[in-house]
T-cell receptor, first 111, second 116 residues
Framework: GQQLNQSPQSMFIQEGEDVSMNCTSS?????WLWYKQDPGEGPVLLIALYKAGELTSNGRLTAQFGITRKDSFLNISASIPSDVGIYFCAGQGNAGNMLTFGGGTRLMVKP | GAVVSQHPSRVICKSGTSVKIECRSLDFQATTMFWYRQFPKQSLMLMAT?????????EQGVEKDKFLINHASLTLSTLTVTSAHPEDSSFYIC????????????FGNGTRLTVT
């Protein structure tokens, strides 16, 4: 199926640094979601965005729903070792529809 | 706490046997559940959409006779991998859609299937 373009594919950063990742699509989505997946587990929802232009925070995480509805970014401030994992963006066309996932960003944090 | 429970978390089976994976919504009714497959270091790929009381909708390239889906109640969907082969080894993840909500989707913890 279709995938969103998510970048970067991987990041290796120093603890305390800020992180930014984004997703772009050729299609419009009505909902953007950001998930984190730890090894051997299912994705856990971090932030859900429902309106174009919406900027939402969850602790050290901030995500925005692009004005064009074709992109979204996720920022993590002051990274810590437990931020390690794979982050996925996901777009949803209409409520109740399946999600289209980005390829994931693998984040590694050096203490 | 977890709102979607998936069982088993790990299963090893011999080639040619069938394996059933359960996905339960714990504190809400889910008219729709989705089944994904994830290969190592790859993203989640949708296999099928499971609707309570009706036939599942399969994505292109997914064999419906091999991956049997049964969504018999508003809280339970099952995926049965029939006549499993080593190439079916993967991480299978379900998600459930809260009825009358639309989003977001909550995911189970996944099932690691290894076919020997």
């Amino acid at each position: 199926g279709q995938q969103l373009n998510q970048s970067p594919q991987s990041m290796f950063i120093q603890e305390g640094e800020d992180v930014s990742m984004n997703c772009t699509s050729s299609s419009i989505f009505n909902t953007w979601l950001w998930y984190k997946q730890d090894p051997g587990e299912g994705p856990v929802l971090l932030i859900a965005l429902y309106k174009a232009g919406e900027l939402t925070s969850n602790g050290r995480l901030t995500a925005q729903f692009g004005i064009t509805r074709k992109d979204s970014f996720l920022n993590i401030s002051a990274s810590i070792p437990s931020d390690v994992g794979i982050y996925f963006c996901a777009g949803q066309g209409n409520a109740g529809n399946m999600l289209t996932f980005g390829g994931g960003t693998r984040l590694m944090v050096k203490p | 706490g977890a709102v979607v429970s998936q069982h088993p978390s790990r299963v090893i089976c011999k080639s040619g046997t069938s394996v059933k994976i359960e996905c339960r919504s714990l504190d809400f009714q889910a008219t729709t559940m989705f089944w994904y497959r994830q290969f190592p270091k790859q993203s989640l790929m949708l296999m099928a959409t499971s609707n309570e009381g009706s036939k599942a909708t399969y994505e292109q390239g997914v064999e419906k006779d091999k991956f049997l889906i049964n969504h018999a109640s508003l809280t339970l969907s099952t995926l049965t991998v029939t006549s499993a082969h080593p190439e079916d080894s993967s991480f299978y993840i379900c998600s459930a859609l809260r009825q009358a909500s639309g989003s977001p989707l909550h995911f189970g913890n996944g099932t690691r299937l290894t076919v020997t």
